[in-house]
């Protein structure tokens, strides 16, 4: 399995408790070790969406890829 794929599953993992808050995630690309993301639903417009990017969505896929220096919420 490679880095993206890698970082699709861990993805698809969280997706569940961000649906469950009335939001989404979509995966956008894997570029330069940087991942971009799509925050959808309620995490958009969310004041929490950097804690929730941040401290959630990057340390979960940096613990699993640790190439990956950043994640990126593309608006």
Do not use: H, Q, S, W
């Not at 993805?11 to 956008?28: A, S």
């Not at 330069?32 to 941040?54: E, F, H, P, R, S």
């Amino acid at each position: 399995m490679n880095d993206e794929e890698k970082i699709i599953e861990i993805i698809n993992k969280l997706r569940p408790y961000l649906l469950g808050d009335g939001g989404d995630i979509e995966f956008v690309k894997y570029e330069n070790n940087i991942v971009y993301i799509k925050m959808l639903g309620a995490c958009a417009g969310c004041a929490l969406i950097d804690y929730t990017l941040k401290d959630g969505i990057e340390t979960a896929i940096k613990e699993e890829v640790p190439d990956v220096k950043e994640v990126i919420n593309i608006a």
